[in-house]
């Protein structure tokens, strides 16, 4: 319940109450949105990981 309650709170699912019942449904275009930031997020990483190991690899060629 709990990550149900933090989905609801980020508005990436709705929730409806059915009698002692509480149904949630996707909210898909919020999680398109959301895929979309953590997918450039992550080449965004990428990027930098392979910046950083083209850095070390220089420095340990330049080591005599």
């Known amino acids: 319940m709990?990550?149900?309650a933090v989905l609801d709170a980020a508005e990436?699912?709705?929730c409806t109450r059915v009698g002692?019942?509480?149904r949630y449904a996707?909210?898909?275009a919020a999680l398109n949105a959301t895929a979309r930031?953590?997918?450039a997020l992550a080449a965004d990483w990428?990027?930098?990981l392979a910046?950083?190991?083209r850095i070390a690899?220089?420095?340990e060629q330049d080591t005599p």
Do not use: G, Q, S, Y
């Open 2 to 4: 709990k990550h149900l």
């Open 12 to 14: 990436l699912v709705t």
């Open 20 to 22: 002692r019942e509480v």
């Open 26 to 28: 996707v909210r898909p």
């Open 37 to 39: 930031w953590m997918a």
């Open 46 to 48: 990428d990027r930098r």
């Open 51 to 53: 910046n950083i190991k």
């Open 57 to 59: 690899k220089e420095a």
